[in-house]
Protein backbone atom coordinates (compact mmCIF):
# COMPACT_ATOMS: atom_id res chain seq x y z
CA UNK A 1 0.00 0.00 0.00
CA UNK A 2 1.18 3.46 -0.72
CA UNK A 3 2.38 5.72 1.64
CA UNK A 4 1.22 9.23 0.91
CA UNK A 5 4.30 11.04 2.95
CA UNK A 6 5.46 14.29 2.10
CA UNK A 7 8.82 12.34 0.98
CA UNK A 8 6.25 10.31 -1.76
CA UNK A 9 5.13 13.50 -2.75
CA UNK A 10 8.10 15.40 -3.39
CA UNK A 11 9.46 12.71 -5.38
CA UNK A 12 7.16 11.89 -7.08
CA UNK A 13 6.07 14.95 -8.32
CA UNK A 14 9.83 15.60 -9.09
CA UNK A 15 9.21 12.27 -11.28
CA UNK A 16 6.46 13.22 -13.36
CA UNK A 17 8.08 16.51 -13.84
CA UNK A 18 11.12 14.78 -15.55
CA UNK A 19 9.11 13.01 -17.52
CA UNK A 20 7.18 16.14 -18.41
CA UNK A 21 10.39 18.22 -19.72
CA UNK A 22 11.48 15.66 -21.86
CA UNK A 23 7.64 14.87 -23.55
CA UNK A 24 7.93 18.82 -24.50
CA UNK A 25 11.65 18.66 -25.63
CA UNK A 26 11.71 15.69 -27.59
CA UNK A 27 7.57 14.67 -28.58
CA UNK A 28 7.39 11.39 -26.12
CA UNK A 29 8.95 7.96 -25.78
CA UNK A 30 11.09 8.64 -22.69
CA UNK A 31 9.23 8.35 -19.92
CA UNK A 32 10.55 5.36 -18.47
CA UNK A 33 14.06 7.89 -17.23
CA UNK A 34 11.55 9.19 -14.82
CA UNK A 35 10.82 6.57 -13.46
CA UNK A 36 13.56 5.53 -11.50
CA UNK A 37 12.45 8.18 -9.43
CA UNK A 38 9.05 6.63 -8.79
CA UNK A 39 10.61 3.28 -7.59
CA UNK A 40 12.30 5.34 -4.72
CA UNK A 41 8.71 5.73 -2.77
CA UNK A 42 6.65 2.76 -4.70
CA UNK A 43 7.31 -0.24 -6.73
CA UNK A 44 6.77 -0.22 -10.46
CA UNK A 45 3.63 -2.03 -10.72
CA UNK A 46 2.09 1.04 -8.86
CA UNK A 47 4.01 3.64 -10.48
CA UNK A 48 2.54 2.54 -14.06
CA UNK A 49 -0.85 3.15 -12.64
CA UNK A 50 0.18 6.39 -10.83
CA UNK A 51 1.64 7.02 -14.38
CA UNK A 52 -0.92 5.93 -17.04
CA UNK A 53 -3.78 9.41 -16.36
CA UNK A 54 -1.23 11.68 -16.13
CA UNK A 55 0.39 10.59 -19.53
CA UNK A 56 -2.91 11.50 -20.66
CA UNK A 57 -3.44 14.65 -19.59
CA UNK A 58 0.33 15.47 -20.56
CA UNK A 59 -0.28 14.68 -23.82
CA UNK A 60 -3.38 16.81 -24.08
CA UNK A 61 -1.57 19.65 -22.92
CA UNK A 62 1.86 18.99 -25.05
CA UNK A 63 -1.21 19.01 -28.02
CA UNK A 64 -0.87 23.17 -27.73
CA UNK A 65 2.75 22.75 -28.55
CA UNK A 66 2.91 20.08 -31.09
CA UNK A 67 0.10 21.08 -33.51
CA UNK A 68 -1.03 19.07 -36.44
CA UNK A 69 1.74 21.04 -38.77
CA UNK A 70 4.20 18.54 -36.89
CA UNK A 71 3.34 15.51 -37.53
CA UNK A 72 4.38 13.19 -39.87
CA UNK A 73 0.98 11.52 -41.65
CA UNK A 74 2.86 9.50 -44.16
CA UNK A 75 4.60 7.68 -40.94
CA UNK A 76 1.58 7.28 -38.32
CA UNK A 77 -0.70 5.66 -40.96
CA UNK A 78 1.48 2.60 -40.65
CA UNK A 79 2.59 3.09 -37.30
CA UNK A 80 -0.77 3.57 -35.13
CA UNK A 81 -2.41 0.27 -36.46
CA UNK A 82 0.77 -1.91 -35.30
CA UNK A 83 0.80 0.49 -31.73
CA UNK A 84 -2.95 -0.11 -31.50
CA UNK A 85 -2.07 -3.94 -32.15
CA UNK A 86 0.63 -4.10 -29.81
CA UNK A 87 -1.25 -2.31 -26.72
CA UNK A 88 -3.61 -5.03 -27.41
CA UNK A 89 -1.32 -8.01 -27.21
CA UNK A 90 0.67 -6.24 -24.21
CA UNK A 91 -2.52 -6.35 -22.18
CA UNK A 92 -3.31 -10.15 -22.65
CA UNK A 93 0.03 -11.44 -22.47
CA UNK A 94 1.15 -8.81 -19.22
CA UNK A 95 0.53 -11.03 -16.75
CA UNK A 96 2.16 -13.96 -18.71
CA UNK A 97 5.65 -12.16 -20.16
CA UNK A 98 8.58 -12.26 -18.75
CA UNK A 99 9.26 -8.53 -18.29
CA UNK A 100 12.82 -9.19 -17.29
CA UNK A 101 13.66 -10.84 -20.95
CA UNK A 102 12.06 -8.17 -22.74
CA UNK A 103 13.69 -5.03 -21.07
CA UNK A 104 16.94 -7.08 -21.86
CA UNK A 105 16.18 -8.02 -25.31
CA UNK A 106 14.43 -4.36 -26.02
CA UNK A 107 18.38 -2.84 -24.17
CA UNK A 108 20.09 -4.72 -26.31
CA UNK A 109 18.77 -3.71 -29.71
CA UNK A 110 18.94 -0.18 -28.78
CA UNK A 111 22.24 0.33 -27.73
CA UNK A 112 23.38 -2.18 -30.80
CA UNK A 113 21.28 0.53 -32.90
CA UNK A 114 23.06 3.60 -31.33
CA UNK A 115 26.55 1.83 -31.75
CA UNK A 116 25.93 1.79 -35.38
CA UNK A 117 25.14 5.45 -35.56
CA UNK A 118 28.05 6.08 -33.76
CA UNK A 119 30.02 3.61 -35.96
CA UNK A 120 28.85 5.25 -38.98
CA UNK A 121 29.94 8.63 -37.92
CA UNK A 122 26.73 9.79 -35.73
CA UNK A 123 25.56 11.49 -38.59
CA UNK A 124 21.83 11.66 -39.60
CA UNK A 125 21.92 9.25 -42.84
CA UNK A 126 18.37 9.76 -44.29
CA UNK A 127 16.97 6.56 -45.28
CA UNK A 128 13.33 5.54 -47.50
CA UNK A 129 9.75 5.23 -45.12
CA UNK A 130 9.24 1.39 -45.10
CA UNK A 131 5.96 0.66 -44.54
CA UNK A 132 6.68 -2.63 -43.56
CA UNK A 133 9.14 -1.57 -40.83
CA UNK A 134 6.96 1.03 -39.42
CA UNK A 135 4.15 -1.61 -38.67
CA UNK A 136 6.77 -3.68 -37.19
CA UNK A 137 7.93 -0.57 -35.46
CA UNK A 138 4.76 0.37 -34.07
CA UNK A 139 3.90 -3.35 -32.43
CA UNK A 140 7.27 -3.42 -30.40
CA UNK A 141 6.25 -0.07 -29.31
CA UNK A 142 2.87 -0.69 -28.35
CA UNK A 143 3.56 -4.04 -26.54
CA UNK A 144 6.92 -2.42 -24.50
CA UNK A 145 5.16 0.24 -23.51
CA UNK A 146 1.94 -1.65 -22.16
CA UNK A 147 4.20 -4.32 -20.55
CA UNK A 148 6.85 -1.05 -19.41
CA UNK A 149 6.04 2.35 -20.22
CA UNK A 150 9.29 2.07 -22.74
CA UNK A 151 7.77 2.45 -26.03
CA UNK A 152 10.40 4.65 -27.11
CA UNK A 153 13.54 3.12 -28.79
CA UNK A 154 11.43 0.97 -31.14
CA UNK A 155 9.72 4.41 -32.34
CA UNK A 156 12.96 6.23 -32.56
CA UNK A 157 14.68 3.14 -34.00
CA UNK A 158 12.24 3.93 -37.30
CA UNK A 159 11.77 7.57 -36.69
CA UNK A 160 15.74 8.94 -36.39
CA UNK A 161 16.92 7.07 -39.61
CA UNK A 162 14.36 9.32 -42.14
CA UNK A 163 16.06 12.43 -41.16
CA UNK A 164 12.70 14.27 -39.85
CA UNK A 165 13.19 17.95 -39.33
CA UNK A 166 13.01 18.18 -35.42
CA UNK A 167 9.68 19.54 -34.92
CA UNK A 168 8.35 17.14 -37.05
CA UNK A 169 10.15 14.36 -35.32
CA UNK A 170 8.91 15.37 -31.60
CA UNK A 171 5.72 16.27 -32.93
CA UNK A 172 5.31 12.96 -34.48
CA UNK A 173 6.72 10.66 -32.00
CA UNK A 174 3.87 13.17 -29.53
CA UNK A 175 0.77 12.74 -31.56
CA UNK A 176 2.27 8.48 -31.58
CA UNK A 177 2.32 8.38 -27.89
CA UNK A 178 -0.56 10.25 -27.33
CA UNK A 179 -2.83 7.80 -29.26
CA UNK A 180 -0.90 5.07 -27.54
CA UNK A 181 -1.33 6.48 -24.05
CA UNK A 182 -4.97 7.27 -24.18
CA UNK A 183 -5.63 3.57 -25.32
CA UNK A 184 -3.76 1.95 -22.37
CA UNK A 185 -4.65 3.96 -19.54
CA UNK A 186 -7.63 1.68 -19.26
CA UNK A 187 -6.26 -1.27 -19.36
CA UNK A 188 -3.60 -0.30 -16.76
CA UNK A 189 -6.40 0.93 -14.51
CA UNK A 190 -7.85 -2.44 -14.92
CA UNK A 191 -5.27 -3.96 -14.53
CA UNK A 192 -3.24 -1.97 -11.15
CA UNK A 193 -7.09 -0.66 -9.94
CA UNK A 194 -5.62 2.12 -7.98
CA UNK A 195 -6.15 3.20 -4.59
CA UNK A 196 -7.79 6.37 -3.32
CA UNK A 197 -4.24 6.95 -2.33
CA UNK A 198 -2.47 6.98 -5.70
CA UNK A 199 -5.72 9.12 -6.90
CA UNK A 200 -4.99 11.83 -4.67
CA UNK A 201 -1.00 11.66 -5.42
CA UNK A 202 -1.89 11.83 -9.09
CA UNK A 203 -3.76 15.37 -8.17
CA UNK A 204 -1.11 16.87 -6.19
CA UNK A 205 1.17 15.73 -9.51
CA UNK A 206 -0.98 17.36 -12.04
CA UNK A 207 0.78 20.86 -11.25
CA UNK A 208 3.49 19.51 -12.70
CA UNK A 209 2.53 18.43 -16.25
CA UNK A 210 2.23 22.48 -17.54
CA UNK A 211 5.36 23.87 -15.90
CA UNK A 212 7.68 20.28 -17.27
CA UNK A 213 6.14 20.45 -20.48
CA UNK A 214 6.64 24.33 -21.36
CA UNK A 215 10.20 24.00 -19.77
CA UNK A 216 11.02 21.36 -22.27
CA UNK A 217 9.33 23.21 -24.88
CA UNK A 218 11.50 26.10 -24.90
CA UNK A 219 14.40 23.46 -24.36
CA UNK A 220 13.47 22.14 -27.67
CA UNK A 221 13.46 25.86 -29.54
CA UNK A 222 16.88 26.28 -27.83
CA UNK A 223 18.41 23.07 -29.85
CA UNK A 224 19.54 22.98 -33.46
CA UNK A 225 18.39 20.38 -35.54
CA UNK A 226 21.87 18.37 -34.74
CA UNK A 227 21.74 18.92 -31.13
CA UNK A 228 18.44 17.74 -30.62
CA UNK A 229 19.34 14.06 -32.99
CA UNK A 230 22.68 13.60 -30.87
CA UNK A 231 20.31 14.42 -27.68
CA UNK A 232 17.71 11.80 -29.02
CA UNK A 233 20.05 9.57 -29.08
CA UNK A 234 22.00 9.72 -25.88
CA UNK A 235 18.67 9.43 -24.67
CA UNK A 236 18.03 6.17 -26.03
CA UNK A 237 21.52 4.96 -24.27
CA UNK A 238 20.08 6.07 -21.05
CA UNK A 239 16.93 4.17 -21.63
CA UNK A 240 18.70 0.91 -22.87
CA UNK A 241 21.08 0.86 -19.79
CA UNK A 242 17.94 1.27 -17.31
CA UNK A 243 16.01 -1.60 -18.99
CA UNK A 244 19.17 -3.13 -18.92
CA UNK A 245 19.65 -2.80 -15.43
CA UNK A 246 15.89 -3.62 -14.67
CA UNK A 247 15.50 -6.98 -16.84
CA UNK A 248 19.48 -8.05 -15.01
CA UNK A 249 18.74 -6.69 -11.27
CA UNK A 250 15.53 -8.77 -11.91
CA UNK A 251 17.19 -11.84 -12.73
CA UNK A 252 19.38 -11.58 -9.89
CA UNK A 253 17.03 -10.54 -7.27
Known amino acids: MLDLTVATILVAFAGVFLICVLRGAFGGGFAIIGIPLLSLVMDPVTAGGLLAPLFVATDLFALRYWKPSTWSRPDLLPLLPGLLVGIGLGYLLFRYLDHRAIAIVMAAVTLLFVGLWFVKGATVTVRPRSTPKAITAGLASGMTTMV ?54 MALCLPAIPAGVWLGWRLHGRLDQRQTYRACYGLLVVTALKLLWDGVSGYLA
Open 148 to 201: AHSGGPPLAMYLLPLGLSKAVYAGTTSLFFTVGNATKAVPWLLLVQPTTQVWTL
